[in-house]
């Protein structure tokens, strides 16, 4: 009943958004319809093409990461290999309930080829984590750095609960005197929403203590995760410019890393509806057109959704 009611409101959230989005673009009126179709039969092809590249050079990058990770636990996987299995994963993610379904899958794949469950899990885990550390770090920057144009409390308050969260659960991780106070906090709460919680971090815990020590490693990690938030800016950048040469890269610097957070938020049916509701609302508050904002985001979607057709067919060939 409950996972009913949860899965009502994220599908109420999603059309909600959705509406909001086409609303603030003028689709939902005849001369709006008009003029973003225009906007889009008027697309830069050569820049389009060029933001596909980028994509593929976003998984690449994420790939490496990957590599190196295992590299520091002594397995050598070939980058192309992971570049498969990463692609896969994105494959699973689009068509699973959750966004975790293709790590899952990632760790299947890689720990059925080298043998090892436990350090593929950690290997996911890590690449995942700092990926999400850098990104809030990232946020919160440029919410402080634009305080005025940012000045949105539910903005503002759900990056700080973000941030908070990934402090607790980074500690907990981390501190075995951390997680076991929490341990017992939530023992006696007997809340099984926490309970499960806990359960959950408990499980990425042990995997992740394998990387614990190794601190070349996890600077290695972050570093690849700030390259990637750069390459996702430019990703951005190269997609609104498809629609629209007045954007500069100063703004999407500051723009994407609240759009990737908002993004995040789990307020949706598979981010549908937060996506474009996160370009077209913060792109506006830096005076960009709604109309090319919505174009960004579904652009970026259906680059998405070509990256998970392409995983989809490496697992159907069985390429790895």
Not at 64 to 72: G, Y
Not at 211 to 221: E, G, L, P, R, T
Not at 262 to 268: E, G, H, K, L, Y
Request: proline letters at 2%.
């Amino acid at each position: 009943m409950k996972k009913n009611i949860k899965t009502i409101l994220k599908i109420f959230f999603s059309l909600a958004l959705i509406s909001y989005s086409l609303y603030k673009a003028g689709i939902l009126d005849a001369q709006g319809r008009e003029k973003f179709i225009l906007l889009i039969q008027n697309a830069d092809i050569f820049l389009l093409i060029v933001s596909f590249a980028v994509t593929i050079i976003l998984n690449l990058s994420s790939s490496l990461k990957w590599k190196m990770l295992l590299a520091s636990r002594g397995i050598d996987v070939s980058l192309i290999r992971l570049y498969v299995y990463y692609n896969i994963g994105k494959f699973f993610n689009l068509i699973l309930p959750t966004s975790m379904g293709g790590d899952i899958v990632r760790i299947f794949k890689l720990g059925a080829y080298i043998g090892e469950k436990n350090t593929a899990a950690a290997s996911v885990i890590v690449e995942r984590f700092t990926g999400m550390i850098t990104l809030m770090i990232f946020a919160a920057i440029a919410v402080v750095i634009n305080i005025k144009r940012f000045n949105q409390e539910w903005l503002t308050l759900s990056l700080a609960a973000g941030i908070l969260i990934l402090l607790v659960i980074t500690g907990m991780v981390l501190s075995s005197r951390i997680f076991h106070y929490f341990e017992r906090i939530f023992k006696k709460t007997k809340i099984s929403f926490l309970s499960k919680i806990f359960y959950k971090i408990d499980k990425i815990r042990r995997p992740v203590l394998e990387y614990k020590s190794d601190k070349k490693a996890i600077v290695w990690a972050v570093a690849n995760s700030i390259i990637f938030q750069m390459l996702a800016v430019v990703n951005v950048w190269i997609s609104s410019m498809v629609f629209s040469s007045k954007i500069d890269f100063i703004t999407c610097l500051v723009a994407v890393p609240v759009v990737l957070f908002i993004m995040n938020i789990p307020f949706s049916i598979g981010g549908v509806g937060l996506m474009e509701f996160g370009y077209v609302f913060t792109f506006s508050l830096f005076g960009i057109a709604p109309s090319v904002s919505l174009s960004t985001a579904l652009l970026v979607r259906v680059k998405g959704m070509v990256d998970s057709a392409v995983g989809g067919i490496f697992y159907l060939t069985k390429v790895y």
